[in-house]
């Protein structure tokens, strides 16, 4: 079973700064079946990045991820006022059985 | 825009069950993967499990907490999703989302609904 955790908890920064997340796998995992989720209080989660590194459709440029074997990373350049969420990495696993696995969650606040 | 609205969700005391009913539009639901993954209060998303499109052969997966009491179903003529939540347990409390599911490879949980509230308590 794959774990996914991530670091840290929560982020304090200020609107204009550049917010780094990270998602660590417990073991090496696809890079193809990483994906990043943002989800804003009272809204439901929203796909940011799938395949670790591609922007979902309508994603700004200021959101990228990067990584690969158990080290993976979600970067947002310049935090803008409704960048301030909770983020999850998750994993899709094929075997034994099939599961879509999820970090507990980072949650960027306002400083 | 691709809209799920989820339903079905309300207070159910252990042990008893429960139909949460998701309607998909603007999105050509018989050909879609889906999902249910809930959030308990204060805990992280957890994927209850998926279906497949008919034509990938209709299958479910399900996590383990809920394998045996939990069911996965569509109605592609009514592009509705269900999940029957049966022997529910207080740890079962949680916001439940419909996702479209990807399965072009990527494996990832393209849109969500808004969510509904399931409470398990006596």
């Known amino acids: 079973e794959i774990v996914l955790t991530q670091s840290p908890g929560t982020l304090s920064l200020t609107p204009g700064e550049r917010a780094t997340l990270s998602c660590r796998a417990s073991?090496?995992?696809?890079?193809?079946?990483l994906g990043w989720y943002q989800q804003r209080p009272g809204q439901a989660p929203r796909l940011l990045i799938y395949?670790?590194?591609t922007r979902a459709s309508g994603i700004p440029e200021r959101f990228s991820g990067s990584g690969s074997g158990t080290d993976f990373t979600l970067t947002i350049s310049r935090l803008e006022p409704e960048d301030f969420a909770v983020y999850y990495c998750?994993?899709?696993?094929?075997?034994?059985?099939?599961?879509?696995?999820f970090g507990q969650g980072t949650k960027v606040e306002i400083k | 825009e691709v809209q799920l609205v989820e339903s079905g969700g309300g207070l159910v005391k252990p042990g008893g069950s429960l139909r949460l009913s998701c309607v998909v539009s603007r999105f050509t639901f018989s050909n879609a993967w889906m999902s249910w993954v809930r959030r308990a209060p204060g805990k992280e998303l957890e994927w209850v499990g998926r279906?497949?499109?008919?034509?990938?052969?209709?299958?479910?997966d399900y996590a383990a907490p809920v394998k045996g009491r939990f069911t996965i179903s569509r109605d592609d003529s009514k592009n509705t999703l269900y999940l029957q939540m049966n022997s529910l347990k207080i740890e079962d409390t949680a916001v439940y989302y419909c996702?479209?599911?990807?399965?072009?490879?990527?494996?990832?949980?393209?849109?969500w609904g808004q969510g509904t509230l399931v409470t398990v308590s006596s």
């Open positions: 395949g670790a590194s």
């Open positions: 279906i497949k499109s008919k034509s990938n052969g209709g299958t479910t």
């Open positions: 998750q994993q899709y696993g094929a075997s034994p059985l099939p599961t879509y696995a």
């Open positions: 073991q090496s995992v696809s890079s193809t079946y």
């Open positions: 996702t479209v599911t990807d399965n072009s490879g990527w494996h990832v949980l393209d849109y």
